[in-house]
């Protein structure tokens, strides 16, 4: 399988030179949105737009550039170039949560503890006899999910009681 440009970007993990370029260079407002973040920055547009091509040998992008783009774009293939690049790891976006309770928030603690009650019994069942079947993987991984969710879930809600928003 050979993959054009455009399906490479959209379906391929790229080196992270590639993807900081290709997070400002989706659209045909490319220099509108490198300039946005120069300006926001106090980059030279110039040596930004230089710095961030993977062809320019005198210049490469810094920490503060990737910063920059990915504080402003949130581009995904950032995020799956770094965890390509660790090589065992993973991301995953938080939710978006609407305004709870407090009572919300303490039922939501008790959902974690639940989940988390319910992957430990899981595993524990399915290594009793040494033996991982399908099945019990099946049930490991969808308790493990959950847990996932429900942490991702209450650390978005914390992230929005910090910021005033909730609670």
């Not at 879930?153 to 914390?158: C, G, N, S, V």
Request: one cysteine or more.
């Amino acid at each position: 399988m050979v993959l054009s440009l455009n399906e490479r970007r959209e379906r391929a993990v790229m080196p992270l030179e590639l993807a900081i370029k290709a997070a400002v260079s989706n659209s045909d407002k490319d220099d509108c949105l490198m300039a946005l973040i120069a300006d926001k920055n106090g980059f030279n547009i110039n040596t930004f737009r230089s710095s961030i091509n993977p062809t320019t040998p005198t210049h490469k992008a810094n920490i503060h550039h990737f910063e920059a783009i990915l504080s402003e774009t949130k581009d995904a293939r950032i995020m799956d170039s770094i965890c390509s690049i660790h090589g065992n790891a993973a991301w995953f976006e938080l939710p978006k949560i609407q305004m709870l309770s407090s009572a919300d928030f303490i039922l939501k603690v008790g959902k974690l503890a639940h989940e988390n009650g319910d992957l430990v019994q899981s595993i524990v069942a399915a290594i009793k006899d040494n033996v991982i079947t399908d099945d019990e993987l099946a049930v490991i991984r969808k308790d493990a999910y959950d847990l996932i969710r429900i942490a991702a879930t209450l650390l978005a809600m914390a992230e929005l009681h910090h910021e005033g928003k909730g609670l």
